[in-house]
């Protein structure tokens, strides 16, 4: 059974496809951070931000950088892999 959180983070959809999904109920808005781009997440229900970027593979690293209603940065965090910590102390791991 698929849970909520193994949805969150990325998730490889084939085809060179992957979705990010975060829950950030209480910033203004969130970007996924790539090698190559920066892609502006778009907000949903209850606090989910989302967006699938072309041309990112498994093991590929990405950030979600978080911002603030006056416009600071509210956190930047790397993400080792194309799946983040899918549990708190777990590994990295592309699927």
Same mark, same amino acid.
């Given at each position: 059974?698929?849970?909520? $959180?193994?949805?969150?983070?990325?998730?490889?959809?084939?085809? #060179?496809?992957? +979705?990010?999904? +975060?829950?950030? &109920?209480? %910033?203004?808005?969130?970007? $996924? %951070?790539?090698?190559?781009?920066?892609?502006?997440?778009?907000? #949903?229900?209850?606090?989910?931000?989302? $967006? %699938?970027?072309?041309?990112?593979? &498994?093991?590929?690293?990405?950030?979600?950088?978080?911002?603030?209603?006056?416009?600071?940065?509210?956190?930047?965090?790397?993400?080792?892999?194309?799946?983040?910590? &899918?549990?708190? #102390?777990?590994?990295?791991?592309?699927?």
């Amino acid at each position: 059974m698929t849970t909520l $959180v193994d949805r969150l983070g990325a998730r490889w959809l084939g085809d #060179g496809r992957t +979705v990010f999904t +975060v829950w950030a &109920p209480n %910033v203004a808005h969130v970007d $996924v %951070v790539l090698a190559s781009d920066v892609l502006a997440m778009e907000p #949903g229900a209850r606090g989910y931000h989302r $967006v %699938v970027a072309d041309d990112v593979r &498994p093991g590929d690293t990405y950030w979600f950088r978080l911002h603030r209603e006056d416009g600071s940065e509210a956190a930047l965090r790397p993400v080792r892999g194309l799946r983040a910590e &899918p549990r708190p #102390g777990g590994q990295s791991d592309a699927r």
